[in-house]
């Protein structure tokens, strides 16, 4: 049985690797080199910076529940910023009602994000974060709308938002 799971398991991965490479891809072109210079806290500092639940995320890259966050419904004009290090990460131009439980956008402002593969749930994801501080905002998919037909999944908590 266990054998049958580790097969299992290892096909998944080499069906999911291409669609996780084609995003990988594609969430790296909004990754382009922005002199941005790095934000660089001690654990403790992080820990006398954030509350427990944001740690967790930012630091611990973890995920807050879905439909937890009050930026979900977020309508305002403004920005939203990295809750760790203040970083503009997306305008409210950007964002959509995915129907996830998570803020969604469609893009990022170009040069404050960096992306990297996840294999946390056994196949690949594109986990991206913050390029100031690396602070784990949420994850990258190829389900959004136009005209990226991108799904930028963030985590409320790991975000600021700042009417303008």
């Known amino acids: 049985m266990e054998r049958n799971m580790k097969r299992r398991t290892f096909l998944q991965s080499l069906i999911c690797l ?58 305002r004009k403004g920005i939203f910023h990295c809750a760790g290090c203040g970083l503009e990460l997306f305008s409210s131009e950007m964002k959509y009602d995915s129907g996830t439980g998570w803020p969604s956008f469609f893009t990022v402002i170009e040069g404050h994000i ?18 100031r501080c690396g602070g784990h905002q949420g994850h990258v998919f190829n389900d959004g709308p136009k005209p990226t037909g991108q799904r930028w999944c963030n985590n409320g908590l790991a975000l600021k938002f700042v009417a303008s």
């Open 18 to 75: 291409p669609i996780a490479l084609t995003v990988q891809r594609q969430a790296s072109a909004q990754s382009a080199s922005v002199n941005i210079e790095p934000f660089v806290l001690t654990e403790q500092e992080w820990r006398q910076r954030l509350t427990p639940e944001q740690f967790y995320i930012l630091r611990e890259e973890g995920t807050e529940r879905a439909f937890s966050s009050a930026l979900n419904d977020e309508k």
């Open 114 to 131: 960096e992306t990297q593969l996840d294999f946390k749930l056994i196949y690949p994801r594109t986990e991206y974060h913050c390029a």
